[in-house]
């Protein structure tokens, strides 16, 4: 699998484009940042979503309870804790 970094306008964490499995996946890692970057990434990162083949995956250090109220209805996630204790949230359109 080979990852590209891409440019996301207002973004300020990177963010990278890879493809598995069909799919796109476009992945940021929020893990040393502190609130409100996090969710601001992820708002940004939302943008990139066009179809229902396309993943946004944020890692988080905590499961970003208070992000979920802020998703779009037509948006779903999944949370995975990850060895580590932190969390990979899957977003994608419904």
């Known amino acids: 699998m080979s990852r590209e970094l891409i440019a996301v ?4 964490l990177d963010f990278y484009k890879y493809e598995e499995d069909g ?3 476009y992945e940021y890692n929020a ?13 940004v990162g939302l943008s990139l979503l066009n179809d229902k083949n396309d993943r946004l995956v944020g890692i988080f250090f905590h499961e970003p ?4 109220s802020k ?24």
């Open 9 to 12: 306008p207002r973004a300020t």
């Open 23 to 25: 799919l796109t996946f």
């Open 31 to 43: 893990t040393k940042c502190q609130p409100p970057e996090p969710m601001v990434n992820t708002m």
């Open 71 to 94: 998703i779009p209805l037509t948006i779903s996630h999944e949370a995975v804790e990850l060895e580590s204790g932190d969390f990979r949230i899957t977003f994608k359109i419904d």
């Open 65 to 68: 309870f208070p992000l979920y």
